[in-house]
């Protein structure tokens, strides 16, 4: 098949959409397939390279951190695109380019797929004053957008639920986004784990609670702050790797709290090619977020072996296992005391890695195009029936 691949947001942005997208075009085009990417430049100037055609944009920070709007015409980069002559497009976004996904999907009278990958409600701080007309926006919005395609993918049952509670009609099917996870399960290398601990200045036998991430309002990583204040003096180091829009908030709230290092120690936004390295140095991944559509850091950390202490939430039903591969918690207290039982048996992390690993086979890359790959025939049969008459 010929797949266009439609998003707002692409290599060098660092976030789970860039992360699903780079893995499906690499495992898409292993199983045989041409694929291209449709996107946006993060300048003025449009180009096409290797496959990947970006488009002239502006930022749009006011909107959502990092953001940014389609500024170039498009006219001659979308007609190379149909001339090409993709046989399904497949929108990840649902601004800028998902409207030009659904303009070469109609030209060339082929399926337009969709995966909702943002649960917009959650980011409500970021465009309303008012929480309740926020979410009836993001409902409003969402099922418009839907209606426009064939066919929607869910990364959870959580994100399905959802959008049926929206009343969107058209088929939501439940599809993980995958990992490449071979790259978290390389040999562990203890000098080099050793040589990155200590240019953080994390003492000798410190538990560390590693998080990973993007330091935005929605991820609730002030819950992680507080968490670690109420361990008071015990030798545990919070480890806040990712940046982002509220990261100064954060320090300035760490401070307030008296949290200094080796308590919590913020290391900032690594290369996306060291963040398997940074995983190694954890004793259990953390995290507060609710707002995740899947959390694909969370499946990282279980590839690299490393069991999971978060809050419960419904995307991680199935998911994060109580007492197996990791634990949810749904008050302080909960977290204390699961904190204070690995304190006082450190190696009953370190047992639970194997079934980590074990429990992150369902993420896999290769499972996740195929998956894809099956929708995107079905699709395409029914589209090909529509067009014979046959009832699809």
């Not at 045989?32 to 180009?47: I, K, M, Q, Y």
């Not at 200094?260 to 390295?277: E, H, L, N, S, T």
């Not at 918690?329 to 006082?344: D, I, K, N």
């Not at 190696?347 to 998956?371: H, L, V």
Request: hydrophobic content about 45%.
């Amino acid at each position: 098949m010929k797949i266009l691949i439609t998003t707002d947001w692409y290599t060098p942005a660092v976030n789970g959409v860039v992360t699903s997208v780079n893995n499906l075009r690499r495992e898409l085009e292993a199983l045989g397939h041409e694929v291209r990417v449709l996107t946006l430049s993060p300048d003025l100037w449009s180009e096409s390279v290797a496959g990947v055609t970006r488009l002239g944009s502006i930022g749009a920070g006011r909107i959502y951190p990092g953001a940014r709007l389609r500024t170039a015409l498009a006219g001659r980069w979308v007609r190379e695109l149909v001339e090409w002559g993709p046989d399904v497009v497949h929108s990840q976004c649902e601004f800028s380019t998902f409207f030009l996904a659904r303009r070469i999907a109609e030209e060339l009278n082929v399926p337009l797929v969709h995966t909702y990958h943002t649960v917009y409600e959650d980011y409500t701080h970021y465009f309303s004053p008012s929480v309740r007309w926020g979410r009836r926006a993001a409902a409003a919005f969402s099922r418009w957008i839907i209606s426009q395609t064939d066919c929607v993918i869910a990364p959870t049952g959580k994100v399905r639920h959802l959008l049926l509670g929206y009343g969107v009609n058209r088929p939501v099917l439940v599809i993980p986004s995958g990992i490449d996870l071979r790259r978290f399960r390389r040999p562990r290398d203890p000098m080099a784990e050793a040589v990155l601990r200590a240019s953080l200045d994390i003492p000798a036998g410190r538990m560390v609670l590693l998080f990973v991430g993007r330091l935005a309002a929605e991820k609730n990583v002030e819950e992680l702050l507080s968490l670690r204040k109420a361990l008071g003096q015990r030798p545990v180091t919070l480890l806040l790797v990712g940046d982002g829009p509220h990261r100064q908030a954060l320090e300035t709230r760490a401070a307030e709290l008296g949290l200094v290092a080796p308590d919590v120690i913020f290391a900032g936004q690594v290369p996306p090619d060291q963040v398997a390295d940074w995983y190694r140095l954890g004793t259990v991944f953390v995290s507060a977020s609710t707002s995740e559509t899947q959390g694909l850091t969370y499946a990282e950390a279980l590839a690299a072996g490393l069991p999971v202490l978060c809050r419960a939430d419904p995307c991680l039903d199935g998911v994060i296992r109580q007492g197996e591969n990791g634990w949810q918690y749904r008050t302080a207290e909960e977290f204390t005391c699961r904190v204070e039982e690995l304190l006082q048996n450190p190696a009953e992390a370190a047992a639970m890695g194997p079934a980590a690993a074990q429990s992150a086979e369902p993420f896999s890359a290769e499972r996740f195009a195929r998956r894809v790959e099956a929708v995107y025939a079905d699709q395409i049969g029914r589209r090909m029936a529509v067009r014979r008459g046959v009832p699809a």
